[in-house]
């Protein structure tokens, strides 16, 4: 897998995002499920297999911040039952894993800083660019939730220039009955809408949502292997998987580091930079 081609470039520039096909091999793909069976495997959810951890996991804001810097697990909500016990086993209640695996897990990282990443990178024109998150998203079969409609720049903010290109691997066929993702094509034109503030009293939107019509969406089916591209403007979102079939994917969000810098005001706020994958 090498640059991206100009009509391949021509067509994010036009809609604001793209499908690789075959973008990973499935030794890459089967390397990256079987890690993460291991991790989970691995993952002492004693502490963390009853609701109200779940609940605070969810209200305090502390858990999501460190988890920025770690590999932190979080279930989905609909994984309790009444009493706020696991209904099913951990592998299959997880909703996502982050945000660091990227850094942290050498698998992932091995991954996330390949030439064909750097090389996608090097063709959108990055000069210095680091991952600030990454996320395996489980998108479980039957209640895996839904992702309200969002545009990535909102979260991952660079001032004085917007950077951030997300780079979404699909590690199992998404398709509409799955939940993969829908757009909006050309959506990404019409710049950043609003922003998530980290304030005093926790994660804020400076504005509120623009109601979005369904009809407008396109989805975007990727099978296994597939990278999708999405440009940090564009509004997207995903539906609840209600199907039996789960759709794991892995994404990585990117940003550049020369001619803009991280804003203060992120979710994520670094103790340690993140190592740019190249300097151009
Ligand atoms: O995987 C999904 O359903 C949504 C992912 C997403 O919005 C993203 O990676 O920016």
Not at 48 to 64: G, L, R
Not at 72 to 99: R, T, Y
Not at 253 to 279: A, Q
């Amino acid at each position: 897998m090498g640059p991206l081609s100009a009509d391949q470039l021509s067509l994010f520039a036009s809609q604001g995002y793209l499908v690789v096909e075959s973008f990973a091999s499935s030794a890459e793909i089967d390397g990256m499920r079987k890690r993460m069976d291991q991790l989970l495997h691995d993952f002492d959810g004693s502490s963390a297999m009853n609701q109200d951890v779940f609940v605070q996991q969810k209200e305090m804001n502390e858990f999501m911040y460190e988890s920025a810097e770690k590999i932190s697990f979080f279930f989905e909500e609909k994984a309790f039952d009444e009493e706020g016990n696991l209904k099913q086993p951990k592998e299959v209640s997880m909703s996502k894993v982050g945000h660091a695996l990227h850094e942290l897990d050498p698998v992932f990282k091995d991954y996330s800083r390949s030439e064909k990443i750097t090389s996608v990178l090097q063709s959108l024109g990055y000069k210095r660019p680091v991952i600030i998150q990454s996320v395996y998203i489980f998108k479980q079969s039957g209640f895996g939730n839904d992702v309200a409609p969002h545009q990535d720049n909102s979260t991952l903010y660079t001032e004085p220039k917007t950077t951030c290109t997300g780079l979404w691997l699909a590690l199992e066929d998404a398709t509409t009955a799955n939940g993969c993702m829908w757009a909006i094509p050309g959506s990404h034109r019409n710049g950043l809408v609003r922003r998530l503030i980290r304030g005093e009293q926790g994660l804020q939107f400076d504005q509120p949502s623009p109601s979005y019509e369904q009809s407008d969406f396109v989805a975007i089916e990727a099978k296994a292997g597939s990278l999708v591209l999405i440009h940090g403007d564009l509004v997207h979102r995903s539906f609840e998987n209600q199907s039996p079939n789960s759709r794991h994917a892995f994404s990585a969000h990117v940003v550049d580091t020369v001619g803009c810098k991280w804003s203060p005001d992120n979710w994520i706020r670094r103790k340690v930079d993140p190592e740019p994958l190249y300097s151009s």
